[in-house]
């Protein structure tokens, strides 16, 4: 990250006509921004003569400005390396710290108490981001994309800028209901289709219907925290089930249904998020036989349907559900990309009923320009032919990185070569510490993640998943020559 000396422009509005002299000026700019909590404790100034130049006032006027302030207690200065904001903000703050907490905390109760609420991951400069399945946006038809919406603006405007179609653009619908249909083995007609911001609100949607404070909803041992996060918000208690290379264990379903009444199953049955392990025939059959004799919800979570390399993907739950039991879920974030939000639910009309009037509480509709600019991009191919493209060069760069791991690794690590997905889910050597190993390579720029941050019980796992499709062939060769130094260090 870059320390924000480097980055901190000062922006103040000197006015040489005012009768308050210059250097008062920026002192007062620069108080007012330790104040607005702009510049913290410990942050460095900008040398004199730099300032001067970029305000372009004498270097006195400045060297005049910092000591008025160090006079005042706001900046401390050492010889040595120069002009700090102070530690403690003094005197007039006194007067003004109550509008000051007051920009921090609401007036109101917040939330509710002992509430953990997730955050965002931070995206660091200069380390490369091996960590999981995140597509290479690098290989995106920009271009096309950026005609199609301009075309959507100039020939589409009055359809799109207005408020409607909360259940998303009916272009949009009928063009992702064609593909389901086409390519993912579905039947299902405009009428199933909730056009999402995303997974993750379509994850919002779903609990907000589904559950109830109390109600039992199964997960993956390991899985996708932020949709744990979401079923916790709406009360329900979590039961993890136990997966291994054939997916979920639905015997340990089957067992707790017999004793406790399951509200709904969250699953990802195609590439199991985070192993990459595809559900066996057997177990999915035994999933929808048991939803439907228990009567739960089976959430599939199918993000990244497209990017499998051997065979043809495996069709989705949703597309053998006779007894409307799946609540289908899908994104373009690994399609296209995550900063296009589009995702979608495939359920029953009458769910899709409820989860369209939730939709209108918390969003309205969605972003209509950009979903008619898919749904333009979906039927004239371009889509299709980008997900051929990168199924493509997202293959290669799997059979690379098991290269340069066999060649940089050797037996520190052991891998099934995974069929499909973004990411290989590494086993470590017995006398590997995993999360050591991680804190290491990010210490050499490169992030990862270990097994633990995937376990809902948050216990170590001898595994690493590293991702592949995000990054060329030099890079991976960096990355895994980061790997190889962190190694060392540990081991
Ligand atoms: C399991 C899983 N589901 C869904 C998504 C995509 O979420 P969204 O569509 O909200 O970007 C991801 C992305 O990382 C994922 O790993």
């Known amino acids: 990250m870059t320390s924000p000396v480097k980055t901190w422009e000062f922006t103040l509005p000197l006015d040489p006509a005012a009768t308050e002299p210059l250097f008062l000026q920026i002192a007062r700019g620069i108080s007012g921004d330790i104040e607005r909590g702009r510049l913290t404790a410990g942050s460095r100034l900008p040398g004199t003569r730099r300032l001067a130049a970029q305000l372009e006032v004498h270097r006195n006027t400045v060297v005049a400005a910092y000591a008025e302030l160090i006079a005042e207690g706001w900046l401390a200065a050492t010889r040595a390396s120069g002009t700090f904001v102070a530690d403690v903000t003094p005197m007039r703050s006194q007067a003004r710290r109550v509008p000051r907490a007051r920009a921090r905390t609401p007036g109101f109760d917040p939330g509710r108490p002992g509430e953990h609420l997730p955050t965002a991951d931070p995206l660091a400069d200069g380390v490369l981001q091996m960590g999981g399945g995140i597509a290479d946006l690098r290989l995106l038809p920009l271009a096309t994309i950026g005609r199609r919406y301009r075309q959507v603006l100039q020939r589409n405007a009055a359809d799109v800028l207005g408020y409607g179609h909360a259940q998303g653009h009916p272009r949009l619908l009928s063009a992702l209901a064609a593909m389901l249909n086409d390519r993912r083995g579905l039947a299902i007609d405009n009428t199933q289709i909730l056009v999402t911001q995303g997974t993750q609100m379509a994850?919002?949607?779903?609990?907000?219907?589904?559950?109830?404070?109390?109600?039992?909803?199964?997960?993956?041992?390991?899985?996708?925290?932020?949709?744990?996060?979401?079923?916790?918000?709406?009360?329900?208690?979590?039961?993890?089930?136990?997966?291994?290379?054939?997916?979920?264990?639905?015997?340990?379903?089957?067992?707790?249904?017999?004793?406790?009444?399951?509200?709904?199953v969250y699953t990802t049955p195609h590439h199991q998020y985070p192993t990459t392990s595809i559900m066996s025939p057997a177990r999915r059959l035994a999933l929808l036989t048991l939803a439907a004799e228990h009567r739960f919800a089976i959430i599939e979570d199918d993000y990244d349907h497209e990017f499998h390399y051997d065979g043809q993907p495996v069709l989705?739950?949703?597309s053998r559900d006779t007894q409307a039991v799946v609540v289908y879920l899908g994104t373009l974030a690994k399609l296209l990309a995550p900063g296009f939000r589009i995702g979608y639910i495939v359920a029953p009309s009458a769910l899709i009923d409820r989860l369209t009037a939730y939709r209108l509480m918390v969003d309205r509709q969605g972003d209509l320009p950009l979903q008619l600019t898919i749904a333009g991009l979906l039927e004239d191919g371009t889509i299709a032919r980008h997900a051929r493209r990168a199924r493509k060069v997202y293959a290669a760069r799997r059979d690379w990185l098991i290269a340069s791991l066999q060649r940089a690794l050797g037996?520190?690590?052991?891998?099934?070569?995974?069929?499909?997905?973004?990411?290989?889910?590494?086993?470590?050597?017995?006398?590997?510490?995993?999360?050591?190993?991680?804190?290491?390579?990010?210490?050499?720029?490169?992030?990862?993640?270990?097994?633990?941050?995937?376990?809902?019980?948050?216990?170590?796992?001898?595994?690493?998943?590293?991702?592949?499709?995000?990054?060329?062939?030099?890079?991976?060769?960096?990355?895994?020559?980061?790997?190889?130094?962190?190694?060392?260090?540990?081991?």
Do not use: C
Request: charged share 20%.
């Open 203 to 264: 994850l919002d949607l779903v609990a907000n219907t589904l559950v109830t404070p109390g109600d039992i909803v199964l997960v993956e041992a390991l899985g996708y925290a932020p949709a744990w996060a979401v079923f916790r918000r709406y009360g329900a208690q979590i039961m993890t089930v136990a997966l291994d290379d054939q997916g979920i264990d639905t015997d340990e379903i089957a067992r707790i249904a017999a004793t406790r009444r399951i509200r709904a």
């Open 411 to 491: 037996s520190a690590v052991a891998y099934a070569r995974p069929p499909g997905g973004m990411a290989i889910w590494t086993g470590v050597a017995t006398d590997i510490d995993a999360d050591a190993w991680v804190t290491a390579a990010l210490a050499q720029n490169v992030a990862i993640r270990a097994g633990r941050s995937y376990a809902y019980d948050g216990h170590y796992r001898p595994y690493i998943r590293l991702g592949f499709a995000s990054l060329d062939e030099q890079e991976l060769a960096l990355g895994v020559r980061r790997l190889a130094r962190a190694l060392k260090q540990i081991r």
């Open 316 to 318: 989705p739950l949703a």
